[in-house]
């Protein structure tokens, strides 16, 4: 079975912070994804990688900053952690192929004080 | 402009009775479409797919999925309910100008009732 792991379950930062979220695959996948989901707007792509040191920004980039150094480990960086970053983050790992599923990880819930 | 629509925000169904959570789509290009399922304080869950072939789709835990060109829809189906389904659905589908995001519902909250 896949498995896609995230570095913390919850997490209580302060505004102004540095925060890293980090997000482990084993199933040696190419593409991996960062979301981050609200209540009632679903997930919003926040960045994609589709392989090592190449990122592509998605639908909400502005905040977050991504690392890919390692193939199996995407990073979601937030450079400087606001309220309105307080959410649930998810990361997802899929082959290259786009008919593919993506599988998901149990997820982070941020709260910016 | 290329959507993903749950028209509703929550369905309620008593246990053993069947129910349905509707997905409409609007995409260029052939449809792939996906559903998930999440259960509390979790991440999300590959439920099925379709991609081509038989509009019948089937998949984890007794649910299918019946894909409807004309009416662009692709609403999630299981002929009776545990409440044990009770969880968070998200229907989603392939964006045709990308290959490799999808677009998502909002979200439908299923809560089945003993």
């Known amino acids: 079975d896949v498995k896609v792991t995230q570095s913390s379950r919850y997490l209580v930062k302060r505004t102004g912070e540095k925060v890293f979220l980090e997000c482990v695959q084993d199933m040696d996948h190419e593409n991996m994804f960062w979301y981050r989901q609200d209540p009632g707007l679903g997930l919003r792509l926040i960045y994609f990688s589709y392989d090592v040191k190449m990122k592509e920004k998605g639908d909400i980039p502005e905040g977050y900053s991504v690392s890919r150094e390692k193939k199996e480990r995407f990073s979601l960086i937030l450079e400087s952690a606001s309220t309105n970053q307080t959410s649930m983050y998810l990361c997802?790992?899929?082959?290259?192929?786009?008919?593919?599923?993506?599988?998901f990880g149990p997820g982070t819930r941020l709260t910016v004080l | 402009a290329q959507s993903v629509a749950q028209p509703e925000d929550q369905v309620n169904v008593a246990e053993g009775n069947p129910l349905t959570v509707k997905c409409t789509y609007s995409v260029s290009g052939n449809p792939y479409l996906f559903w998930y399922v999440q259960y509390p304080n979790r991440g999300l869950q590959f439920l099925l797919k379709y991609i081509t072939g038989d509009n019948l789709v089937k998949g984890s835990y007794g649910f299918e999925a019946e894909f409807n060109k004309s009416q662009t829809s692709f609403h999630l189906k299981k002929p009776s309910a545990l409440v044990s389904d009770s969880a968070l659905y998200f229907c989603a589908v392939r964006d045709g100008g990308s290959n490799y995001q999808l677009i998502w519902g909002a979200g439908t909250k299923l809560i089945i009732k003993p």
């Open positions: 997802a790992s899929r082959t290259g192929d786009w008919g593919d599923t993506q599988y």
